[in-house]
């Protein structure tokens, strides 16, 4: 069975997602890493009751890298998952599973999920025998390789088939120091649509914005598989990621109905290519006009990648 994993960015939204998902992914920002949305804890109370009433299952993200002020944080914070019985919690960061092997009482299940150093076969087994049951793999990584890698795999890989991609973060404030430097005065949150172009290329676009991790650049083409989707399901890569920080509302949860009817038809052999077209003419419908998409790395070859 293919499972499905969509971020949400309100409760109104999640509302609407969760009949055609398994899993709904958000956090707070103090915790989470590139989230449409950070929920306060009374809010992440009812995601998680909401998704349990319809039997569907959260996952919580506390991936970013936690420094010593945020590690102090962090027990509380698993206390309220805990208490809150939240399924799942992704984490890239060794301390917090250091801290839940010394503090028992604070232990959730965990997919890890360390970007882009999540490669090859024999790391995410070694996370695996530390207890993952599940890891996030790398945006980078193509499809030639995910076939490798497959035949070695201990724990399922979560593989991200709609959404932007994260290609820089920095602790440092990157817009701030700029902004600084050119005495403006302008804002840096993800609300400003700020992004870069190479020089002589004015039409890439790598979106940027800063918040308390530090500075985050996204890929110049957002991922979206369509025509890959049943050669990652027959490679046993059934665990799917919709990413919908750049798409928002009423738009975003038409693409998870669209995916959800795909990975019906793929289970009952009916998903060919004009199944794939009508799919993809219905993510260019509902995707954001100033962004592109394309298939990212998957196409590649593994020789071609530096």
């Known amino acids: 069975m293919i499972k499905l994993i969509a971020t949400v960015e309100s409760l109104a939204q999640a509302h609407a997602i969760l009949p055609y998902v398994d899993c709904i992914y958000f956090g707070e920002e103090t915790y989470g890493l590139r989230l449409p949305n950070s929920f306060t804890r009374d809010e992440q109370k009812q995601l998680i009751e909401m998704a349990h009433v319809q039997e569907k299952q959260v996952l919580i993200a506390v991936n970013g890298i936690m420094h010593p002020e945020k590690m102090a944080q962090i027990p509380e914070y698993l206390t309220f998952l805990v208490e809150q019985k939240a399924d799942q919690i992704t984490l890239g960061d060794p301390g917090i ?23 090859s076969a024999r790391q995410i087994n070694f996370w695996g025998r530390k207890g993952a049951k599940a890891a996030v793999l790398a945006r980078e990584v193509p499809f030639k390789e995910m ?10 890989v979560e593989v991200l088939v ?32 700020l992004f870069l172009s190479e020089p002589k290329k004015p039409e890439t676009h790598y979106s940027i914005f800063e918040d308390q991790h530090g500075t985050h650049i996204f890929a110049n083409h957002d991922i979206a598989l369509t025509g890959e989707l049943r ?13 919908g920080i750049y798409t928002p509302g009423e738009a975003f949860v038409e693409i998870v109905k669209a995916y959800d009817q795909a990975r019906k038809q793929i289970e009952q052999g009916e998903f060919a290519e004009e199944e794939a077209q009508m799919l993809e003419q219905i993510i260019r419908a509902h995707h954001p006009k100033e962004r592109t998409l394309d298939q990212g790395f998957f196409h590649l070859e593994p020789d071609a990648i530096k």
């Open 162 to 193: 709609y959404g932007a991609t994260c290609i820089h973060q920095s602790k440092r404030p990157l817009l701030q120091n700029y902004y600084r430097f050119t005495k403006q005065d302008e804002g840096i949150d993800r609300q400003q649509g």
């Open 231 to 243: 050669d990652l399901a027959q490679a046993s890569y059934d665990t799917w990621k919709l990413d």
């Open 97 to 119: 599973i250091y801290l839940m092997r010394k503090q028992p009482a604070l232990t959730l299940p965990f997919v890890y999920d360390g970007e882009t150093m999540v490669t």
């Open 147 to 156: 076939q490798t890698m497959a035949t070695t795999l201990k724990i399922p």
